[in-house]
């Protein structure tokens, strides 16, 4: 009797046994091809790689390789980088977003790997640069081959998530390691300058960096060499103009300008320089150049003048120079050798509203705003008029744009934006600085307002520092 007992309860609990192994089974499954397919497409692009053997890199990473090549180079040193850029991501992102943009690309690396050479090197440039190490001897006509295969494979419709089909344009910039490059750095601005230079002749075009490159370039490369001559001479120079506190009439900082020197021309404001430096890579050099020379001077007049102690001077960073990977590093060590607060040191920033959508530049903000300097918006208009886009952003000053303080004098409607925007920053404690006051008028048409702080040819032009007793 106990054993037909027992031999019926294991039956039943047999069955159920195993109908629950089935489940427990199915369930594992399912999870396990789930992971399998996910695993499979991530590690995709890794695993073409490792059979192509081509390895990643950054930006960082490819730098520092290639300051490496130049060390231990020798007669048997051969290698080449190709630089790559694919036209209007920005708008592609705000079109199709981050993560469409980020397939794009990986389908492009994947593509890429599969034509460049056995052993290369890709990396991730900029938002919108790729650059491949090819340890190769190649000559003129393998450089050609090597450009003109990786744009007709970038070429090569891409599927979108949609489905729909898309097709690149792209520009490319090649040079091998020779003479012409004799370091690190002016093999990366001679890539830069060769990219450059591709995207002059139009779209899907790619220059190979030469010697004959470099002299029969246009305007703006005869342009970049005179740069070249300019750094190597010191003609770049810091102008300040004084920023004042309205209502008690003080000055409580100076904002620095670039100027340049130049033997011939005169001195020339940053509107005719800046773009060609931002084109070549040397922007990065002259914003850790103002940064030095902006805070030497602020140490040698608080030293002279310690009473002058809490004016706060300020620089100003473009979006380019923000999408340097190392300029928030760059800055730290050039600070750790200035015994300046931080909060005394301003960083003015334009295009604010791009600063979500690239990632070197949040960080190096975010970087910059964490050792403590105060952080401007700078050129604040009517595009950037809606308090939404000052939602959730960490920011010192708002420094609103003399077109918009133009026209609010005569078109009621900004007037009350001004006003409003004044009344938000009491509430969120950040100060607004009106730019370029240049008469009585406009300084008690702001007064009236209540604008905390203004700047203009009214209070004092950007001269040398010695003309403010800097
Ligand atoms: P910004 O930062 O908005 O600088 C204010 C510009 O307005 C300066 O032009 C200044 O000379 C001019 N300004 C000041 N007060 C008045 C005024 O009352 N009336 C008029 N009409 N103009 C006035 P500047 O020096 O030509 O600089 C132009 C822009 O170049 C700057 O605009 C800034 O965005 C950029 N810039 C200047 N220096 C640097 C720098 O070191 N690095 C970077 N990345 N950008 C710089
Ligand atoms: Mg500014
Ligand atoms: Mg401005």
């Known amino acids: 009797m106990n054993t037909l007992i027992l031999a019926d309860y294991q039956l039943n609990l047999d069955t159920s046994v195993y109908i629950l192994l089935l489940v427990v089974f199915l369930a594992i499954s399912c999870v396990a091809i789930f992971f399998l397919i996910r695993g499979i497409k991530r590690d995709r692009n890794r695993l073409i790689a490792e059979k192509y053997k081509i390895a990643q890199l950054d930006r960082i990473g490819l730098e520092d390789m290639l300051k490496h090549k130049y060390e231990i180079a020798n007669e048997d040193t051969h290698f080449c980088v190709l630089l790559l850029q694919v036209h209007e991501v920005e708008k592609m992102k705000l079109s199709l977003g981050q ?216 620089l100003n960073l473009s979006p380019k120079q923000l999408m340097w990977p190392h300029l928030a590093e760059e800055f730290r060590k050039i600070y750790k050798r200035y015994r300046i607060p931080a909060e005394n040191i301003c960083m003015e920033i334009v295009e604010f509203s791009i600063f979500d959508k690239v990632e070197e530049v949040s960080s190096n903000i975010l970087k910059l705003s964490q050792m403590g300097f105060k952080i401007a918006i700078d050129d604040f208009g009517m595009e950037m008029s809606s308090l939404k886009l000052l939602e959730d952003r960490k920011f010192d000053w708002v420094k609103l744009d003399r077109s918009f303080i133009d026209k609010a004098q005569d078109d009621f409607l900004i007037g009350g934006v001004i006003e409003t925007l004044i009344g938000y920053s009491k509430k969120n404690g950040f100060a607004v600085v009106a730019e370029g006051i240049e008469d009585e008028v406009t300084l008690n048409y702001l007064k009236g307002l209540g604008i905390t702080y203004g700047q203009g040819y009214y209070y004092g032009r950007p001269q040398p520092p010695e003309n403010y007793n800097l």
């Open 99 to 314: 993560k469409q943009v980020e397939k794009i690309f990986a389908v492009l690396k994947e593509r890429l790997t599969r034509v460049i050479p056995r052993g290369s090197k890709i990396c991730d440039y900029a938002p919108d640069m790729l650059a491949i190490y090819m340890e190769e001897d190649l000559d003129n006509i393998g450089l050609q081959t090597v450009a003109t295969v990786c744009i007709t494979e970038c070429n090569k419709p891409v599927t979108l998530i949609s489905r729909a089909k898309m097709t690149l344009a792209v520009n490319v910039g090649i040079l091998a390691y020779n003479e012409f490059s004799p370091d690190a750095m002016s093999f990366v601005q001679n890539m830069e300058l060769a990219l450059v230079t591709a995207f002059k002749s139009g779209v899907n075009k790619y220059a190979i960096y030469s010697e004959e490159l470099a002299e029969t370039q246009t305007e703006a490369y005869r342009q970049y060499q005179e740069i070249r001559t300019a750094i190597a001479e010191n003609q770049f120079v810091l102008y300040y103009q004084p920023i004042y506190d309205i209502a008690a009439n003080r000055i409580m900082g100076y904002e620095s300008l670039v100027r340049w020197q130049h033997p011939d021309l005169g001195l020339l404001t940053p509107d005719k320089f800046l773009p060609v430096m931002e084109q070549t890579g040397d922007i990065n050099w002259i914003g850790v150049w103002a940064f030095d020379n902006m805070l030497a001077m602020q140490s040698k007049h608080i030293k002279e003048h310690p009473d002058h102690s809490n004016l706060i001077f300020s």
